[in-house]
């Protein structure tokens, strides 16, 4: 748009008023060593650039030169912690690694990190923490009295029927048996499925996504998923191939019963504020410990094995008890600092969720620093004589009002969770000091200012429910438009369609043709001669 402004705005209620709109254009923005926010666009539809054909995005404030040399549509980020002499938190490098299914899993976690502090391999989570493992004690193996709901999802695996693994979803653990068969080509096997001195055979392929009962028990089965060739990718399960390699099933079972183990939390995994004795049912998941003087120490907890604690010493494999994993400790850093390494994915996992990114390139003083930049992230280069920070994602502007929520609503439909609308109340200050407050939903918009010439005119700005997250109430985000040229556009389109009316209805409008009697009776004395000798 050349006058009028497009984009969204997402508002949190409670948080102050904003006015930065997200426009739907990409831009790269370097805040300079001068303290001013450059930006400058970076759409790569037409000519990407690539190393051999790079963007000159010109000089900066430090005399450096500033180019865009490669764009990716996946960048994938792994953590690098660097090291330092005092500070910052410790780190620990490790590698798990199956034989059973050919694959081996590293990273680094570190300390004090809300979001890098722990690794999820899907089937189990490997955290890290300051400090001494506690002393082991037994766990509380009571079973509790009466039947509860249960819901349990079980991995089997084909070329390991006694390593599966368990998830308790609600009550506890059934104590169920779950063996799939060894699939042949075309099929994808059978299930078995034990509970005390009962079993139920049922077939993969035709109960996956279905409910089906178990007769003669209070549980139903579904099948969740199926893999042909398994492994664990990003931390989440996928097939490698079609081939019946390494068959695995995840079986959820739903129903009332007394459970073999105390209740784990809503989401099946314990609580970390609590101790792990009292956490509820024993989940997969290996808590390391770093102490001052750099010991290593560990709680494992396995559903197979129960709960154990131990020393760990560099490069000695532990194993863990899920399936055939081993854990092996190679590296520490009892002073580090969070630093991330991005790099393109040419062919990402599915369902990955990984943004795009480009690869820029500073040059100063005969020294050259290229780094990936992915979507939403900003990260600082070592420039003279200071450094400065660079960002890739959605072109922001400013717009000369602010928006604030209020309140959000979500109507449900009757009976069941879900959403039958939302409906957003925000007011909207300008820099004049005007206010207003309005509610807009879904085909019901709120403009502002709302004078009549204003909308007419399309001098106001009309602010649209675009979408909502449902993990968060207090959420919302508003479409805005202000469109000044909009009428000017409706009389084009209205004249258009009059035009054609006419050509096609009113024959008085119309053009006659050159040998229609119409034009021959208008013609002149030598034409009707022409066209008398034309006709004979």
Known sequence: RIWGAEGTITLFKGEPPTNRLLVDQHQLRVRD???????????FINRPPNPQRPWDLGQLASGAQLHIVDYSTAVEGKLNPKPLESGGAPAVHFAIATAMMAQRLESWVLADDGEHSSFNMGLAAISLKRGTAPAGTPADAAAPEGEVEIEESIFAFTRSPEQQVGKVAKGGSSGAKVVLSQPEIGNKGTVTISVGDKSWTRDVAENIGRETPLEGSSFTMRVEGYWSDFRIDNGKPTSVSDQPNNPAVVVTLRGRGVPVAAPADAHGAPDPAQDAGAAGAPQNRLTLFIADDGRITYELVSRKAGRSTGALELNTP??????????????TMPHAEHWMDFNPIASPAAG???PDGIRVRVQQEGSTIEQWIPAGWQIALPTAPAPIQVAYGWKQEQLPIALELLDFEVQRNEGSDSPAGFKSTVRVTDRDGGSATGQCWMNNPFSYPGVWWRTWSGLTYKMSQASWNPENLGQSTIQILRDPGWLLKWIGSLLICTGIFMLFYLKGFRRPSAGSPTAAASAPPAEKRALAEVAS
């Not at 060593?33 to 759409?43: C, F, H, N, Q, R």
């Not at 532990?318 to 590296?331: I, K, M, N």
């Open 33 to 43: 060593t001068d303290g001013i926010v450059k930006g400058y666009p970076a759409e």
């Open 318 to 331: 532990l194993p863990t008890g899920w399936a055939d994993w081993q854990l092996t400790v190679d590296r």
């Open 352 to 354: 990955a969720n990984l």
